[in-house]
């Protein structure tokens, strides 16, 4: 079992689309949880990043944290086809970091 | 503009020939680390490094070998003995000297195996 589990997709939507993308993880030690943009042939920028359970807000990007659940999410809203790209979670505890495989996300205008 | 700059993008290798991938950063960032990205695998960490002439093996270490003779600088070097070296290489650096999810990368490096 990977440690960090995540849907390949591709996930498309409409322009205007709410987009719910997720993770799931089996090391409860994990404290760090990370969202990455990665757009096509280029190398992943940093989208979010978390500590504890709870949500963090920035413009259209919302990132959920469910430490008892072992998930953790992040929310596009008002979607826009430049959101098309691959999303990576990643999630550190220690000098231990993990990313998961990523999602395909295609926003169609 | 500060960044970390990687060379060449693509790069096509025969069987059992050596390539080397260059990397550089002006962030002065402490911390360099390598990636592999294959589809539908997460990043993989080759190899790390947290301060000049000192460096660690990552998860996939075997087959690979870098250097860090100067702050700026990670070359990674693809040996003949790395088995599936066809893949995108990442180059990433932070802030600390701690493996912080906080990771800066290049644009990556296309490797091609002949």
């Known amino acids: 079992q990977k440690e960090v589990e995540q849907d390949p997709g591709p996930l498309s939507v409409p322009e205007g689309a709410i987009v719910s993308l997720n993770c799931t993880y089996s090391?409860?030690?994990?404290?760090?949880f990370m969202w990455y943009r990665q757009y096509s042939r280029k190398g992943p920028e940093l989208l979010m990043y978390?500590?504890?359970?709870g949500n963090k807000e920035d413009g259209r990007f919302t990132a959920q944290v469910d430490k008892s659940s072992k998930y953790i999410s992040l929310f596009i809203r008002d979607s826009q086809p430049s959101d098309s790209a691959t999303y990576l979670c990643a999630m550190e505890y220690g000098n231990k970091l993990v990313f998961g495989a990523g999602t395909i996300l295609r926003v169609k205008s | 503009d500060g960044g970390i700059t990687q060379s060449p993008k693509y790069l096509f290798r025969k069987e059992g020939q050596n390539v080397t991938l260059s990397c550089e950063q002006n962030l002065n960032h402490d911390a360099m680390y390598w990636y592999r990205q294959d589809p539908g695998q997460g990043l993989r960490l080759i190899y790390y490094s947290q301060i000049v002439n000192d460096f660690q093996k990552g998860d996939i270490a075997e087959g690979y070998s870098v250097s860090r003779e100067k702050k700026e600088s990670f070359p990674l070097t693809v040996t003949s003995a790395q088995k599936n070296p066809t893949a995108f290489y990442l180059c990433?650096?932070?802030?600390?000297?701690?493996?912080?999810?906080?990771?800066?990368f290049g644009e990556g490096s296309r490797l091609t195996v002949l």
């Open positions: 978390t500590y504890s359970s």
């Open positions: 090391n409860s030690a994990f404290q760090y």
């Open positions: 990433a650096s932070s802030r600390g000297q701690s493996n912080t999810g906080e990771l800066f």
